[in-house]
């Protein structure tokens, strides 16, 4: 299973991603890290990404999650803002999960004001909510709460992947008390 951190700019995509590819004992894959210089550029500078900036980078993010499908498990932050983005990574990996990380333009603003060493600014905020499409009861998606401790919200995710499915890992993940199946 590929489980797929989703929201907008300071929802707390990476920090959920990396508590719960711990606590699974899962690769996680930051998915900023796979954005194009180009695109980390046009963000520091203020200018939303279009549909064509993103397609390379959700291109990138299709391919690890492929390779992750195909070995075992997976964890990745990325902001799958669209539908057709989310359709697009779900066809790399039929088994995803999408944890949606959802809450109030003011909390994710003040995250955004205190955020430092990220390229993209706060200012960029609105952008991002405009061009969210929410996920639609069609898709396999849990939403959580921003607002609750990362510790609750990597519970919430747990809770989610155990209830989508086994996974096919093959050594224990690390959440206490529960044991995969091999």
């Given at each position: ?100 990380l959802d809450g109030p333009r003011e909390v994710l603003a003040d995250r955004l004001h205190r955020r430092t060493g990220h390229f993209a600014p706060a200012s960029l905020l609105d952008s991002q909510l405009q ?52």
């Amino acid at each position: 299973m590929i489980v797929v951190v989703m929201g907008v700019s300071g929802s707390g995509k990476s920090t959920l991603g990396k508590a719960l590819a711990d606590r699974l004992g899962w690769p996680f894959l930051e998915g900023d890290d796979l954005h194009p210089a180009s695109n980390r550029a046009k963000m520091a500078a203020g200018r939303p990404l279009d549909d064509a900036d993103r397609r390379p980078w959700l291109d990138a993010i299709a391919a690890w999650m492929g390779r992750r499908a195909a070995e075992g498990d997976g964890v990745v932050a990325c902001s799958a803002l669209k539908r057709a983005y989310r359709d697009r990574l779900a066809a790399a990996a039929p088994e995803v999960l999408f944890v949606w990380l959802d809450g109030p333009r003011e909390v994710l603003a003040d995250r955004l004001h205190r955020r430092t060493g990220h390229f993209a600014p706060a200012s960029l905020l609105d952008s991002q909510l405009q061009t969210l499409e929410p996920p639609g009861p069609d898709e396999r998606v849990v939403r959580i709460g921003l607002e609750a401790p990362v510790a609750e919200q990597a519970d919430a995710a747990v809770q989610a992947v155990r209830a989508a499915g086994t996974p096919r890992r093959t050594r224990p993940p690390a959440a206490p008390g529960w044991r995969g199946r091999p």
